[in-house]
């Protein structure tokens, strides 16, 4: 089992910026690939960036640029710093986490809570 927590998500103005945090605990032996995706109201859940055990790095277009995925291996968590944010990035937040156990040939993913960004304009 792992266990994700988020933290750092509230209001900002257009333009601003917030660092998300996303702490791990539990199995963190098996955690490969994590990473921070959104979803805004009426709309999927969409992936924003991920970064691998390796620290190669993936972002969405949309926030190419302007976001930037970190991870601490030794504090266990991973970062999405964001930057000149837009009212488009309001969306609920969620870290994830990727581990090497794999059930019906997918690696098993845990995901956070969730924490609301709302960007004003």
């Known amino acids: 089992q792992v266990q994700l927590v988020e933290s750092g998500g509230g209001l900002v103005q257009a333009g601003g910026s917030l660092r998300l945090s996303c702490a791990a605990s539990?199995?963190?032996?098996?955690?490969?690939?994590m990473g921070w995706y959104r979803q805004a109201p009426g709309k999927q859940r969409e992936l924003v960036a991920t970064?691998?055990?390796?620290?190669?790095?993936n972002y969405a277009d949309s926030v190419k640029g302007r976001f930037t995925i970190s991870r601490d291996n030794a504090k266990n968590t991973v970062y999405l710093q964001m930057n000149s944010l837009k009212p488009e990035d309001t969306a609920v937040y969620y870290c994830?986490?990727?581990?090497?156990?794999?059930?019906?040939?997918?690696?098993?993913?845990?995901w956070g809570q969730g924490t609301q960004v709302t960007v004003s304009s």
């Open positions: 970064i691998t055990s390796g620290t190669n790095t």
């Open positions: 994830n986490a990727d581990t090497n156990v794999v059930l019906a040939f997918r690696p098993l993913r845990y």
């Open positions: 539990g199995s963190i032996f098996s955690i490969t690939t």
